[in-house]
């Protein structure tokens, strides 16, 4: 069975870090890219980050390039998201989403992990 | 970037109807669309990959159409599992990935 699961969300002061985690499961994760997509409370999907298979693509949203780096690590079946600096509007639900490639569709995402960034 | 444009924002619709849902793109993407459903609190769900294929698993009254700027998602007959809040999103690998606002399906 496929399975992604997130944690790291919890309640941080603006400017403050905070490191999420992806792990994954049933699948074989090295041939896999990976996205974050983060949703605000009562609003919609925006992607944040994207990682290819070897870690050799990363691409990032305007909104959080310079503050946050994706990575992974093939022989731990993780996804990381490092998001410094962050800020009230950085509150949301991230959710971790595997696609085949660049051109593809995220088939499978996680439950999701809660970031709330305030004082 | 491509910006998508959703119509309508909300739907309302009763179980049976055939209900259509139009997103646009700002630019031409190409077949590079997905739609998705999302519950609350829940994770998206894929529903239609490259415009028109249907996810594996995923009901037959889904089917998805289009290419270039315009795209549709049809729910043939609707059932009362269906009512839920539909995505696209634009994968062209020249551009950042993007959302539309979603759309609401609620029930009449």
Redesign the interface.
């Known amino acids: 069975e496929v399975q992604l699961v997130e944690s790291g969300g919890g309640l941080v002061q603006p400017r403050g870090s905070l490191r999420l985690s992806c792990a994954a499961s049933g699948f074989s994760f090295s041939s896999y890219s990976m ?1 974050w997509v983060r949703q605000a409370p009562g609003k ?4 944040v980050a ?1 990682i290819s298979s070897s870690s050799y693509s990363i ?1 990032y ?2 909104s959080v390039k310079g503050r946050v780096t994706i990575s992974r690590d093939n022989a731990k079946n993780s996804l990381y998201l490092q998001m410094n600096s962050l800020r009230a509007e950085d509150t949301a639900v991230y ?1 971790c ?1 595997r ?1 085949y490639g ?11 992990t809660m970031v709330t960034v305030s004082s | ?1 491509i910006q998508m444009t959703q119509s309508p924002s909300t739907l309302s619709a009763s179980v049976g109807d055939r209900v259509t849902i139009t997103c646009r793109a700002s630019q031409t993407i190409s077949s ?1 669309l ?1 739609w ?1 459903q ?1 519950k609350p609190g ?5 529903l239609i ?2 415009a028109s294929n249907l ?1 594996s698993g995923v009901p037959s009254r889904f089917s998805g159409s289009g290419s270039g700027t315009e795209f549709t998602l049809t729910i043939s007959s609707l059932q009362p599992d269906d009512f839920a809040t539909y ?1 696209c ?1 634009q ?3 020249y551009s ?7 759309t609401k399906l609620e029930i009449k």
């Open positions: 996205n919609g999907l925006e992607w994207y691409y949203a305007d959710y989403a696609a660049r051109n593809s569709a995220f088939d499978f995402w996680g439950q999701g | 970037d590079w997905a998705y999302q829940k994770a998206p769900n894929l990959y490259d996810e995505y999103q994968y062209n690998s950042p990935y993007t959302f539309g606002q979603g």
